[in-house]
């Protein structure tokens, strides 16, 4: 199954795509898509929906992820984060993908083992899963991370069917 992670952000988002086969994971590309700031909101908005839209079909990714997103002191940054990330998940779902959604501490636990893992930490752990990866920059590597932990979750439902089911 290929698995599209996604890092949301207004500036810059992260994407990544791996490769799921039982619990075996594979890179398969991962970048980032960025937007000026001196653009108005709408075109930014627009132009990462697009890119992102792409990104997917040429992936033919078959299930999304995205990170949710924290609030933080600045509330206009907060809200146009949230318009950002309602984008992510507009050009997910328009292609037809499921989309799983993960609290950072989660992908955190799931990937390095604890919620409160550094940037730093979940890099080595993403280059450490995915052998021979080059990240595209740290929102890349989150994305890469989100899709890591969609993969686990996705793997463990299906072996809880599986034993239901027996």
Same mark, same amino acid.
């Given at each position: 199954?290929?698995?599209?992670?996604?890092?949301?952000?207004?500036?810059?988002?992260?994407?990544?795509?791996?490769?799921?086969?039982?619990?075996?994971?594979?890179?398969?590309?991962?970048?980032?898509?960025?937007?000026?700031?001196?653009?108005?909101?709408?075109?930014?908005?627009?132009?990462? $929906?697009?890119?992102?839209?792409?990104?997917?079909?040429? $992936?033919?990714?078959?299930?999304?992820?995205?990170?949710?997103?924290?609030?933080?002191?600045?509330?206009?940054?907060?809200?146009?984060?949230?318009?950002?990330?309602?984008?992510?998940?507009?050009?997910?779902?328009?292609?037809?993908?499921?989309?799983?959604?993960?609290?950072?501490?989660?992908?955190?636990?799931?990937?390095?083992?604890?919620?409160?893992?550094?940037?730093?930490?979940?890099?080595?752990?993403?280059?450490?899963?995915?052998?021979?990866?080059?990240?595209?920059?740290?929102?890349?590597?989150?994305?890469?991370?989100?899709?890591?932990?969609?993969?686990?979750?996705?793997?463990?439902?299906?072996?809880?069917?599986?034993?239901?089911?027996?």
């Amino acid at each position: 199954m290929i698995l599209i992670g996604l890092d949301p952000g207004l500036g810059t988002t992260g994407w990544g795509v791996i490769a799921a086969e039982g619990n075996r994971l594979s890179h398969v590309a991962n970048g980032q898509i960025k937007t000026e700031p001196s653009m108005e909101l709408a075109r930014r908005l627009a132009l990462l $929906h697009d890119a992102l839209f792409e990104v997917i079909r040429t $992936h033919r990714a078959e299930s999304a992820a995205a990170e949710e997103v924290l609030g933080n002191s600045n509330p206009q940054s907060t809200l146009k984060l949230g318009q950002a990330r309602g984008v992510v998940l507009l050009a997910a779902s328009r292609s037809g993908l499921a989309v799983g959604e993960y609290h950072p501490s989660v992908v955190k636990k799931a990937v390095v083992g604890t919620g409160g893992a550094e940037k730093r930490q979940i890099q080595a752990m993403v280059q450490h899963l995915l052998p021979g990866v080059k990240l595209a920059g740290p929102d890349a590597a989150d994305a890469l991370a989100v899709a890591i932990t969609h993969a686990h979750h996705l793997a463990s439902a299906k072996s809880l069917a599986r034993r239901a089911y027996a």
